[in-house]
């Protein structure tokens, strides 16, 4: 394998394709001379540009001058950074929590050391705190990872393994990306359940500009995020903490205290900034009847906090119950007698078949009085004379009521059937 990577005279990574014949080149493993070695005229046993040593010095491998090669450009990247205040972001797939994290692999350092020596370990890269203390060990792996023992006195002294796997010369253009990607991070930063000390979830407090269906007016809506779909609280600002609804309102999200029809209390709900209607529907906003739900300007999201998951599941399911019962309760309430029904007068019952709303003594009475109309049919409501229907037995006032109460109970049955689905 021949050697195409060398410094030049100002310490810039050069390939052997780009170097120029009579210039001063550097091996970036023994820092010795080399020579560009380029044919410029193709024949018979033609190579392809590369450096080599000067005669009667020992060859470096080709592998440990890419090693090198790599540590290097990270390390110079790394000192620019913390010499100029620049962040070096670094993304990675936890295999702890199985998330992916990103965080600023600088944010603590005040140092970086190249081919740290820590007695037990040796790192490529180490990046040290100001009381001298090891943050980060940055291992550059060609062929052979860390020994089992090195890994292990990395996590017993709490120091973050960031591994870059290289292959070939293509793997150099890594440490120039904006976010470094290494291959494997032996850290977590999820924080623990102080009770069941498994991995907590980021709680993350969206707001959101959404457009009334009734009057066109843009309202800002606020909601938490904190694993709903997992059975976790809901996010709406009827459950929110007083930290959260303080942030909602710092954030200039639209909420008032309303009474809410379904919970029967009076709590904290979104509003219309047009109509000044309450907005209210549990869980999440798209449940909300009159807000057409797509946001009309980018979403703002802050992280708030951490939740567990799996203490949060019994709380949750046990307030989604409570909600149920509520659910149930309010359909009740809304439901109107169907039959036998009441007979207007003197309240015995009235079977089905039955074209009026009398009871058959009272009926002969009143038509011997004259006192129906000519259909004889009068309104369940109100018991007005008029012209009802079996299905709709109400007259027009009464009857709008009555659509307005049946699309109530269709909202309640649909969002009994949602929350239904969340306790499977």
Partial sequence: MLNTLAWDEHGHKVNAVEAEKG??????????????????????????PHFAHQPGHPPCSAESILHSAFQMLLYNRL???????????VRWQCSYCRTQHTRNLVSKAQRVVLEHNMVTARADVGLVDGQGRT????????????EPGVNLFYRKNNIALVRFDITDENDLKR???????????????TKRCPDCHGFQ???????EEVACTSCGAVSK??????????LARPGTPEYFTPEELQLALKEGASITQARNRVLGQTLPTHFCTGCNEPFQGPFHPSAYRCVRYAPIKGVKEMRIGYYCEPCSFTTGRRDIQRFLRLLNKAKAALTRPEGPWQCIDCG???????????????????????????????????GESAMV???VPFCDPCRKSWGKLKGQEAELNAEINRVKVLLR
Avoid at 23 to 39: A, D, K, M, Q, V
Avoid at 135 to 146: G, K, R, Y
Wanted: net charge positive; proline share 4%; glycine share 4%.
């Fill in 23 to 48: 210039g001063r080149y550097t091996c970036p493993t023994c820092n010795e001379r080399l020579i560009s070695r380029r044919s410029w005229v193709a024949k018979k046993g033609f190579k392809r």
């Fill in 79 to 89: 000192v620019h950074a913390l010499e100029n205040g620049i962040e070096v972001p």
């Fill in 135 to 146: 943050l980060v060990a940055i291992e550059v792996v060609f062929t052979h990872e860390p």
């Fill in 175 to 189: 440490t120039e990306e904006a976010v470094l990607a290494p291959d494997y991070v032996d850290q977590c930063i």
């Fill in 201 to 207: 979830k980021e709680r993350i407090m969206r707001i």
């Fill in 221 to 230: 809506l606020a909601w938490v995020n904190a694993g709903i779909d997992r």
């Fill in 348 to 382: 015995a019952s009235v079977p089905r078949e039955e074209k009026h709303t009398f009871c058959r003594r009272c009926y002969e009475k009143r038509r011997s009085n004259n006192e129906f109309d000519k259909e004889g049919k009068h309104c369940l409501e109100c």
């Fill in 389 to 391: 229907s079996r299905d």
